[in-house]
């Protein structure tokens, strides 16, 4: 596929971040779309799931690592990667209130992180300088094949690329939930929409696996982690608020969305329900290794 093709694919199948389940914003838009709250971004977005960090940390030793991050957001990853005592860690953040709010968040970390307010692009890291380069629920707002050639760039040999998305459903159970939202969705004048018939943009292992070759890296692999949490109404409605064509969205459809949505939690579900999200992670090394 060229990168031309691959653009135009990325932009017909839209970002990930919100379960692909319903119809996406343009890769622009992820610029700008998440830090107008990143209190409520950060308490609505559920952890990444603990077996996904022990396939990180067993792909990867942490400890006195050279790290960046593209897009670490309200720091969902960032804070569990300073855990690991890297020996430095490069966060790249297009959104200046992201990156401050990420800035008051990391508590003191002492030199060991560095924040970039810059978009990925745009981001000058030296050529084989870090041992581990991630992108978490964020890599789907690039031109993939040239940010995964400039992520390879930064990598040195036999490093290691980890990127990762949590897909808000599960395709393979059925979801009665996730279709009765489907048509408050639509109803939004920030969605578009979705071609039926791909694989979400997160669980195209295929196309995501066919990138990572193209852009030069090896011993591509991808896997999955299906996990379940139960929400309530208000849990539901938070989560709702931080996808992009939520908050993309004039004010008053926003917010007759996000009370269709807790109408329908407590109205059709019982004020509960038990979610299935699937969490995949996308691992290759800068070589053959």
């Known amino acids: 596929m060229s990168d031309a093709t691959s653009r ?67 720091g969902a990853a960032t804070l569990p ?19 401050a709010y990420l800035e008051r968040r990391a508590a003191s970390p002492g030199d060991r992180l560095q924040i970039r307010r810059e978009p ?20 789907h707002w690039l031109d993939q094949r ?6 390879r760039r930064a990598l040195r040999p036999g490093g290691l690329w980890a990127m990762w998305w949590t897909v808000f459903t599960d395709p393979d159970l059925a979801d009665p939930f996730t279709e009765a939202c489907a048509p408050i969705f639509c109803a939004l004048p920030s969605s578009r929409t979705l071609r039926t018939g791909r694989a979400p943009f997160a669980l195209d292992e295929p196309a995501r696996l066919a ?14 982690f299906r996990w379940r949490t139960a929400m309530d109404a208000d849990a539901t409605v938070a989560l709702t608020a931080t996808f992009s064509q939520v908050s993309q969205a004039m004010s008053a459809a926003r917010e007759a969305a996000l009370s269709a949505i807790g109408a329908l939690v407590r109205d059709r579900f019982g004020g509960r329900l038990e979610r299935h999200f699937v969490s995949v992670l996308y691992l290759a090394r800068n070589g053959d290794e």
């Open 8 to 74: 135009a694919a990325g932009r017909a199948e839209g970002p990930a971040d919100d379960g692909d389940a319903f119809p996406m914003l343009p890769l622009k838009a992820g610029r700008r779309a998440f830090g107008h709250d990143p209190e409520g971004y950060a308490a609505a977005r559920p952890s990444y799931p603990s077996a996904l960090w022990d396939a990180v940390d067993a792909a990867c030793s942490l400890r006195d690592a050279s790290v960046f991050e593209v897009g670490p957001g309200t």
């Open 81 to 99: 990667l300073l855990r690991r005592s890297p020996r430095r860690l490069v966060a790249i953040e297009p959104d200046a209130r992201l990156a």
């Open 120 to 139: 990925f692009e745009e981001a000058a890291l030296g050529a084989g300088e870090f041992d581990l380069g991630v992108a978490a629920t964020s890599f």
């Open 146 to 151: 040239p940010a995964l050639r400039q992520a």
């Open 211 to 224: 990138d990572l070759r193209a852009a030069g890296f090896g011993a591509c692999t991808a896997q999955r």
